[in-house]
């Protein structure tokens, strides 16, 4: 089945820095790629999501790009806020499931000090 | 707020005692999905749903815990039982059926098991 990894853990940045949170996945066939931001005890949100019949989207600060050779894809804000602080999680479709089953990576906690 | 509807926000049991929580999809999507979350942990899936058929649903899904979604709209998930390792946010999700609908997450049911 699908396994995903996200690196790394915990992320610090200064405001206005760009940070970068990377996750491999398993299964060759997958071909959707969602990113998820949440905050201390809220919902997780839907930041940005990439489809594997293209290698970049972006959308303002954040962008995601994928490699289908390698099995990663990466997520990227730039310019940083301190509102940006949170927990990010990236996913990928379980093997064989529907589209909203999905296999999430174990987070990055990424801190922008102002 | 048109969003995912989860109640109750808490749910404090004890060990042995049955639960249910209910979740209020978004009204015009029929695909609904639930998912476990633990602490420092990403979501992990549970059973998803089109309209009123459970479709799909995890090994982490004992025989202690159903789920279900008796009209198409709302949906409940009980525990039979409950344990310690019970405790966590459950959360609930809601899709359309379009091949790029994302899931709408609510903000969850955190259980705490005594």
């Known amino acids: 089945g699908e396994n995903v990894e996200q690196h790394p853990s915990t992320l610090s940045v200064q405001e206005g820095d760009s940070a970068v949170i990377k996750c491999t996945y398993s299964?060759?066939?997958?071909?959707?790629f969602p990113w998820y931001k949440q905050e201390l005890g809220k919902r997780p949100q839907l930041i940005i999501d990439i489809r594997s019949n293209v290698g970049e989207k972006k959308d303002q600060r954040i962008a995601v790009t994928l490699n289908k050779t390698a099995k990663h894809f990466s997520l990227h804000i730039t310019e940083t806020q301190p509102e940006d602080s949170a927990v990010y999680f990236c996913a990928a479709p379980h093997y064989g499931g529907s589209q909203g089953n999905l296999i999430f990576g174990k987070g990055t906690k990424l801190s922008v000090k102002p | 707020d048109t969003g995912v509807s989860q109640n109750p926000r808490h749910k404090i049991t004890k060990r042995g005692q049955n639960v249910t929580f209910r979740c209020d999809p978004i009204s015009e999507h029929n695909r609904l999905y639930w998912y476990r979350q633990t602490l420092g942990q990403g979501p992990e899936f549970l059973t998803y749903?089109?309209?009123?058929?459970?479709?799909?649903k995890s090994r982490l899904l004992s025989d202690r815990f159903s789920a279900e979604r008796p009209k198409g709209s709302f949906s409940t998930l009980e525990i039979q039982r409950t344990e310690q390792g019970d405790s966590a946010m459950y959360l609930c999700?809601?899709?359309?059926?379009?091949?790029?609908?994302?899931?709408?997450f609510g903000n969850g049911t955190r259980l705490t098991v005594t």
């Open positions: 299964d060759s066939a997958s071909n959707y």
């Open positions: 749903f089109q309209n009123e058929a459970q479709l799909e």
């Open positions: 999700a809601s899709s359309g059926t379009g091949g790029n609908s994302p899931l709408h």
